[in-house]
């Protein structure tokens, strides 16, 4: 840091409004296309592992491996193969997302009580009409759990990806960090933060707005 | 008004070695309702579930209407039968209107149509549909969501229904409500019911005929309650029927099989003293403005003169409807003072007293067996 500075220069900050308006829609871009991206693949994966429960251990097992890669070592490693574009960023961030979206997903479809099952069956439900109306819904307050976790984390591992030329609000962190000016690395480093728990509450919202059953006592 | 008939023809189940049913045959006349009671493992709910094919037999047929369930269309099938679980297993995530309208919507049918159909069942299962309809299954008492379960499986008027430990996690006091409401409900519909439960009581009040199975899946006797009761066909049967067969009989018959008197009844606000000078009994029953009684009062207990209130009555005062059966109305007299159940009619009012005198007379005038023999 240069000595004898203000950690915030909000004259900077004013100026600099457009830009960071930029990052910001920027950041969302990235976490919206990595979760919507991993929330598809993890969807997809689960309906397997529902049709052939045999499939849970190696997809838990794969995904939880790409969870364990270091995030630097990650993009690093990815650079050379697909450069510093989006699609470098994106195959990390929804590698990260999959382990958990998977697990909640599956974990949600395997919560519906037996009895609920059992019932269904007996009406004469067929399994795609047993997925649709009685696993999903039920299983909402799960999968919402995981994506919320999803979102959050991955609201913050964007910030890493300003190591490969992305980044939203992490291209305002690294400014800081490389110029020794602390404004921008704090702007940047609370809005990516706001930004995660803004999303987080409006998912809390639209659970409760999706499953109204769990409000009723 | 829908019924068939349901028959097993030599039907056995085996899982590995094990047989869980064993050349089962029996007949379920059209509109009976038929209980299977045995110990947990002689293959009960395995042979009931082997109607709506949730579990498919190793050899042998069942028959629906002389039609082999097999050869029907297994989801056509099980839409045409109701289906009733221990668990409930209403829908969480759906209104009581959604969960009763589940198979008349798997149906198609017209909106209109399903509207009248839930508002009526869930008048006829005593829940009110403006205040029940729009609410979840969380939010109901476990009768409740028993009784919703029930009308969720008569929706689309099944001809065959399938009643695995219906009342079975319900307390006793429900338990009862909820028999009786559901004979009183057949009586209108006539389905024909298949019914399991664990419990040789239950098995003998809610029985037109009832299949005792056996550890291995060996049905042991098939017979209306009241033979099952006087020539139990075995020593497993006798031994499961209990030594307490008379008593049980007892569950067979109600309050209304007995001769009902009168007694002395005084109003809510009389006075004490006008009542003593009118009777010489020892207990008078006391009514309020609407007939329906308050309870016992005993006279000799009553101090002084001044109004009588329902503070005056004997706690332990017995009140039963028509619906009783005895052998609960004989539990409930011996258990109190007074030894004379004041009966009510379905609206609470005072319809007369059961004695256990009278009680004693009817249980030796019940019919004989023979007579009862189908």
Known sequence: MRTGEDLILWDWTFNHLGDIGQRVVEHLELTFIAVGVGFVLAALLSLAIRERPGLYAPVTWVTGVLYTIPSLALFALLVPITGFTVLTAEIGLVSYTLLILVRNIVGGLRGVPPEVREAATGMGYSRWRMLWQIEVPLATPVIVAGVRVAVVTTVGLVTVTALIGQGGLGFLIRMGIDQFFSTPLIIGAVLSIVLAVVLDGILVLVQRQATPWTRST | ?374
Request: proline content about 6%; hydrophobic content about 45%.
């Open chain 2, 1 to 374: 008004m829908s019924q068939a008939t349901v028959e097993f023809r030599h039907v056995s189940k085996q899982y590995g070695p094990q047989g869980a049913v064993v050349d089962l045959s029996l007949l379920v006349p059209a509109g009976d309702i038929c209980v299977l009671v045995g110990p947990s493992g002689c293959g009960k709910t395995t042979s009931l579930k082997m109607v709506n094919r949730l579990v498919e037999p190793t050899s042998g047929q069942v028959l629906i209407d002389g039609q082999d369930v097999m050869s029907i269309d297994v989801t056509t099938l099980r839409r045409r039968i109701g289906y009733v679980i221990q668990q409930v297993g209403l829908f969480p995530h759906q209104t009581i209107f959604d969960n009763v309208a589940t198979v008349p919507r798997l149906l198609g049918w017209p909106k209109k149509r399903i509207d009248a159909r839930v508002t009526e069942l869930l008048e006829l299962i005593g829940l009110d549909p403006a205040r029940v309809a729009e609410r979840y299954p969380a939010q109901l008492s476990g009768g409740e969501r028993q009784r919703v379960g029930v009308a969720r499986a008569m929706a689309a008027e099944p001809p065959v229904m399938l009643m695995d430990e219906p009342f079975g996690a319900v307390d006793p006091i429900v338990r009862e409500r909820l028999q009786n409401e559901f004979l009183r409900l057949h009586r209108t519909l006539g389905t024909t019911v298949l019914f399991v439960t664990h419990d040789i009581d239950e098995a003998i009040k809610m029985g037109t005929r009832v299949a005792v199975m056996q550890v291995g899946g060996h049905l042991a006797q098939y017979a209306p309650p009241t033979e099952l009761l006087l020539r139990p066909a075995n020593d497993f049967v006798a031994r499961f029927v209990g030594v307490d067969r008379g008593l049980k009989r007892l569950s067979l018959l109600d309050v209304s099989d007995v001769g009902l008197t009168d007694a002395e009844t005084a109003r809510i606000g009389e006075d004490g003293d006008a009542i003593r000078r009118r009777t010489d009994a020892p207990y008078v029953l006391l009514l309020d403005a609407d007939d329906k009684p308050a309870g016992w009062v005993n006279l000799s207990q009553l101090r002084g003169s001044g109004p009588v209130g329902p503070e005056a009555v004997d706690p332990s005062s017995p009140i039963v409807t028509l619906e009783t059966t005895l052998r609960d109305a004989l539990a409930m007299l011996l258990a109190s003072a007074v030894q004379t159940a004041v009966v009510v009619d379905e609206r609470g009012r005072y319809a007369g007293v059961l004695t256990l005198d009278a009680l004693g007379e009817a249980f030796r005038a019940a019919p004989e067996p023979e007579a009862a023999v189908v």
